[in-house]
């Protein structure tokens, strides 16, 4: 049984059958990609569904043809729509009423339908499909945010793609509104990020809603981790804790607020294993000198905290300047692409190149 998976361009690698599951074929969106998925059951895809924190959204596939009006419905998905269900067509194609025959047994309700059907076109071929998720991208928690906030599914990825694992030491030194520290705590306690809010389109079809949510919050954790939300400004420390109180993982994490300049008297030497933070790259309210040195400020300092096989990560709208402050205090390994809706990003993977500068001092 297949699913169709939408993810934010740039993800796609990590569906390698380990950190996540292998896909079958890649469909690339205006915004989005789409990867095709196949699942041991329908259940298997509804569990994911629950669990996921990288997919933007989930759709039971139910048919691929050119002709539109080739496309037919199996009985299986017959079976799990409510009998007197409402349902209403999404697509862009201008194909709705085509879409529409094949559910006639059913009335079109355009604001409140009990399914959703889905038809896309990739390449010259219609793809049909049975919303499961609605929106992941948005995460419930996210009340107390600011410009610099990343969404839910984007700050997931990002510590996908830094090889970021369980139990290991995190510090986000601009911290913003916390998403980043969220995710990874939802993650490494085996929080669903929708443990508190199970509505999702899927379980107004004829589904075992027990067999979805039981099996998997008995596995829910309830550790203190070694993850560090920082940041110099006050009001983004708190905005964090609030987010992450929503959540319900305020009391797995650290809450710091410390001036990049202050990042080595606050912790302890090679006390990270990783640090992961959101920087633009560049600014209107500072000059480019200005801003070299304060991103030298921050790899001195983070040079010094994080471990001597740590991981350092920078997620970037603008790369080359931070690229070149980097240079004294640690060596470019890879710089990945990635988009968050059609906004291109950076996300830069840095390792240490050997002792600190302040340990060359003696300091």
Not at 82 to 87: A, E, S
Not at 135 to 151: A, E, G, I
Not at 232 to 240: E, G, Q, S
Request: net charge neutral; with cysteine; aromatic share 12%.
């Amino acid at each position: 049984m297949n699913a169709l998976i939408s993810i934010n361009k740039g993800f796609e690698k990590l569906f390698d059958g380990v950190t996540a599951p292998k896909f079958l074929e890649l469909l690339e969106g205006e915004s989005n990609n789409v990867l095709m998925i196949a699942f041991d059951s329908f259940e298997k895809i509804c569990l994911y569904v629950y669990t996921t924190q990288i997919a933007n959204s989930v759709s039971l596939f139910i048919d691929r043809n050119r002709d539109v009006d080739k496309l037919t419905v199996p009985e299986f998905i017959k079976k799990i729509i409510p009998k007197d269900g409402k349902f209403r067509i999404t697509t862009k194609t201008g194909y709705e009423d085509e879409a529409g025959k094949l559910f006639s047994d059913h009335k079109v309700d355009l604001k409140n339908p009990d399914f959703n059907i889905e038809l896309e076109e990739f390449d010259g071929e219609f793809f049909l499909s049975l919303d499961l998720s609605g929106d992941l991208s948005k995460r419930d928690y996210k009340v107390f945010n600011n410009p610099l906030s990343m969404k839910g599914t984007t700050a997931f990825g990002v510590l996908m793609l830094t090889g970021y694992t369980k139990g290991k030491s995190l510090l986000n030194p601009f911290c913003n509104s916390g998403t980043l520290e969220i995710e990874a705590a939802l993650f490494d306690n085996n929080i669903s990020p929708r443990f508190y809010n199970k509505d999702f389109p899927l379980t107004r079809l004829n589904v075992d809603k027990d067999l979805i949510f039981k099996d998997v919050d008995s596995h829910v954790k309830s550790e203190k981790l070694d993850i560090t939300a920082a940041d110099p400004l006050m009001r983004n420390i708190t905005a964090a804790r609030k987010n992450a109180k929503i959540a319900g993982v305020e009391k797995y994490l650290n809450f710091r607020r410390i001036d990049i300049d202050w990042m080595d008297i606050k912790h302890d030497k090679l006390e990270f294993d990783y640090i992961i933070t959101f920087m633009p790259g560049s600014s209107k309210h500072k000059n480019p000198t200005t801003l070299k040195k304060d991103f030298e400020q921050l790899f001195y300092q983070a040079e010094y905290i994080i471990k001597k096989k740590g991981t350092l990560a920078i997620l970037c709208l603008s790369k080359d300047l931070l690229i070149e402050s980097a240079f004294k205090y640690f060596e470019l390994k890879e710089t990945k692409d990635l988009y968050s809706g059609t906004q291109l990003m950076y996300l830069l993977l840095f390792n240490k190149k050997g002792k600190s500068e302040k340990e060359k001092k003696g300091g």
